[in-house]
């Protein structure tokens, strides 16, 4: 269950992967709409187009569905080279676990920081200096389900180490080009990769990954991500006690926070409530369904932006 918690965050960190596969041999295979190019070629020139942009801004919305509940996260992104960044986020009401804070990761220049705090509290939060780039854009990952990896991943062309989609660009698994379609009024390319969860030894389990990117036809930038994580879900055994505790310890620990006892207790009638909900909507052997879809709106590139777009 806390695997597929930890898909709901990260679905989608790894477009960029993706795109970024640098001299990976894809297998694009042509099946409808887009004139005659290869999903290879699609995934090239959306690369350019990315290391050609000076500067990069957006807003847009991250909608999980996981066991009939809908969960939204709003962002927005600010990037500007060399390596001036702001990605800040924010969960809407709903069901709240893991990776459920608010949150701003970003650099002005003086060094990489990190604030991720419960909504409401973010004034009173205390920032926290990262190593570098890479570190503080996959430490926000998780906390921002992966609107912090996204787009940054493929504008400064860093590989975040998603798991789930890094082997695509490997080019151990097929890139499919599908039917040409619509983000809004945004004519997009579409392309696809199906990963085995049983050939990934990261993930231990039985099922897929499949991942869709939706590419603008005429500026190659991403306009639209889906990450549908399906694993095969046992609803029959029951999680103990113990095993309880110990996946809120991983949780809190991927979060930067104390494992007290206070804490444990604190979300313990939550873990239990998502675990009522998942197993009342399943049956034994029943595939459990993870559909993540993060869409970019209102991109503008190339403007000149000033330090006080990427200060806290």
Same mark, same amino acid.
């Given at each position: 269950?806390?695997?597929?918690?930890?898909?709901?965050?990260?679905?989608?960190?790894?477009?960029?992967?993706?795109?970024?596969?640098?001299?990976?041999?894809? /297998?694009? #295979? &042509?099946?409808? $709409?887009?004139?005659?190019?290869? @999903?290879?070629? +699609? =995934? !090239?020139?959306?690369?350019?187009?990315?290391?050609?942009?000076?500067?990069?801004?957006?807003?847009?919305?991250?909608?999980?569905?996981?066991?009939?509940?809908?969960?939204?996260?709003?962002?927005?992104?600010?990037?500007?080279?060399?390596?001036?960044?702001?990605?800040?986020?924010?969960?809407?009401?709903?069901?709240?676990?893991?990776?459920?804070?608010?949150?701003?990761?970003?650099?002005?220049?003086?060094?990489?920081?990190?604030?991720?705090?419960?909504?409401?509290?973010?004034?009173?939060?205390?920032?926290?200096?990262?190593?570098?780039?890479?570190? /503080?854009? #996959? &430490?926000?990952? $998780?906390?921002?389900?992966?609107? @912090?990896?996204? +787009? =940054? !991943?493929?504008?400064?062309?860093?590989?975040?180490?998603?798991?789930?989609?890094?082997?695509?660009?490997?080019?151990?698994?097929?890139?499919?080009?599908?039917?040409?379609?619509?983000?809004?009024?945004?004519?997009?390319?579409?392309?696809?990769?199906?990963?085995?969860?049983?050939?990934?030894?990261?993930?231990?389990?039985?099922?897929?990954?499949?991942?869709?990117?939706?590419?603008?036809?005429?500026?190659?930038?991403?306009?639209?991500?889906?990450?549908?994580?399906?694993?095969?879900?046992?609803?029959?055994?029951?999680?103990?006690?113990?095993?309880?505790?110990? #996946?809120?310890?991983?949780?809190?620990?991927?979060?930067?926070?104390?494992?007290?006892?206070?804490?444990?207790?604190?979300?313990?009638?939550?873990?239990?409530?998502?675990?009522?909900?998942?197993?009342?909507?399943?049956?034994?052997?029943?595939?459990?369904?993870?559909?993540?879809?993060?869409?970019?709106?209102?991109?503008?590139?190339?403007?000149?932006?000033?330090?006080?777009?990427?200060?806290?």
């Amino acid at each position: 269950m806390m695997k597929s918690w930890k898909v709901k965050f990260v679905a989608g960190a790894g477009a960029a992967a993706l795109l970024a596969g640098g001299t990976a041999t894809w /297998a694009g #295979a &042509q099946t409808g $709409g887009g004139g005659n190019l290869t @999903a290879q070629e +699609i =995934a !090239g020139k959306s690369r350019d187009a990315y290391a050609a942009l000076s500067s990069y801004r957006d807003d847009g919305t991250v909608v999980s569905e996981m066991s009939g509940q809908t969960n939204t996260l709003t962002f927005n992104t600010r990037l500007q080279r060399p390596n001036l960044y702001r990605i800040e986020w924010s969960h809407g009401a709903g069901l709240r676990v893991y990776g459920s804070e608010n949150g701003v990761v970003w650099s002005d220049g003086s060094g990489d920081y990190l604030l991720t705090a419960a909504a409401g509290q973010e004034k009173d939060a205390q920032s926290k200096k990262m190593q570098n780039m890479k570190r /503080a854009l #996959a &430490q926000a990952t $998780g906390q921002s389900w992966s609107a @912090a990896s996204t +787009i =940054a !991943g493929a504008f400064f062309a860093q590989d975040l180490g998603d798991v789930f989609i890094a082997p695509v660009a490997s080019g151990r698994y097929p890139l499919q080009k599908e039917k040409d379609a619509k983000v809004g009024d945004v004519d997009c390319y579409v392309v696809s990769s199906v990963l085995d969860l049983s050939k990934m030894p990261e993930t231990g389990k039985s099922g897929t990954a499949s991942t869709t990117l939706w590419i603008g036809r005429s500026d190659f930038l991403i306009h639209q991500t889906r990450t549908k994580y399906v694993e095969k879900v046992d609803s029959s055994a029951q999680m103990t006690d113990q095993a309880i505790d110990d #996946a809120i310890r991983k949780s809190l620990e991927l979060q930067n926070k104390a494992a007290t006892p206070e804490a444990i207790a604190a979300m313990r009638p939550q873990m239990k409530e998502v675990m009522k909900q998942v197993q009342s909507t399943l049956k034994s052997g029943f595939e459990a369904g993870v559909v993540t879809t993060q869409t970019h709106n209102n991109i503008v590139v190339n403007e000149k932006l000033s330090p006080a777009d990427f200060t806290r």
